[in-house]
């Protein structure tokens, strides 16, 4: 099975765009969660997808927003950027809400200038 | 709410000898407990985890972790360190099974450095 694929790899932006990154799960996984890294704060964890619906969702502001597609597909989309929004973003997936094993993507890595 | 600590930012051992990453979680529930290993440049990838069966977890790559509740810890443990095995360690807390509102929480993460 192919991993999870997460694009792009890099992306520079600059203050006040915004920006959609994309995540494939494996195939069979219809749970997506995504979080971001940051050398200060460590990982985070933004919110969780199933079945295009948002489970759950962690402590960020509205400009952090996702969804996901029929096809497990998800895509998250964080608006009017913010220098601190330079960060990896992963995506994380496994096959439903109550499975314990996460398998997560390389990650996108955003620097925002 | 929960939380992890990962006692120390970077651990540096010599090749062969005993790895110990230390964790330390707070949960007001059962915890699910996990370790997760992050290579340069790549995502994170499942190490072992513990789900209330047995208290020592024995996980890939010949790493183990014991779950100690009297303590809230669940130090990560290898006997004979290898090169191989430099990256970053996180140690994370779940309040239920596939992750509670909050998602999985991690610690900061410990650097491990093989010296040679």
């Known amino acids: 099975k192919a991993g999870v694929t997460q694009t792009p790899r890099y992306l520079i932006k600059t203050r006040g765009q915004q920006v959609t990154l994309s995540c494939s799960p494996i195939?069979?996984?219809?749970?997506v969660s995504w979080y971001q890294q940051t050398p200060g704060q460590g990982l985070q964890f933004l919110f969780e997808?199933?079945?295009?619906?948002?489970?759950n969702k962690g402590n960020f502001p509205g400009r952090f927003s996702g969804r996901q597609f029929s096809n497990s597909r998800s895509e998250m989309n964080v608006s009017t950027l913010e220098l601190g929004d330079s960060a990896l973003y992963l995506c994380?997936?496994?096959?439903?809400?109550?499975?314990?094993?996460?398998?997560f993507g390389s990650g996108t890595q955003l620097s925002v200038l | 709410a929960q939380s992890v600590t990962q006692l120390g930012s970077h651990v540096s051992v010599s090749e062969g000898a005993l790895v110990l990453l230390r964790c330390n979680y707070s949960?007001?529930?059962?915890?699910?407990l996990f370790w997760y290993v992050q290579y340069p440049n790549q995502g994170l990838q499942l190490l072992l985890k513990?789900?209330?069966?047995?208290?020592l977890v024995k996980g890939i790559n010949g790493f183990e972790a014991e779950f100690k509740k009297s303590e809230t810890s669940f130090h990560l443990t290898k006997p004979s360190a290898h090169m191989s095995d430099a990256a970053e360690y996180f140690c994370?807390?779940?309040?239920?099974?596939?992750?509670?509102?909050?998602?999985?929480?991690f610690g900061k993460g410990t650097h491990l450095i093989i010296q040679p």
């Open positions: 994370a807390v779940s309040s239920r099974s596939g992750g509670g509102a909050d998602g999985l929480t």
């Open positions: 994380a997936t496994k096959e439903g809400p109550t499975n314990e094993k996460l398998f």
């Open positions: 997808y199933f079945s295009e619906t948002q489970r």
């Open positions: 195939s069979g996984h219809r749970s």
């Open positions: 949960s007001s529930v059962p915890p699910y």
């Open positions: 513990y789900t209330s069966a047995a208290t």
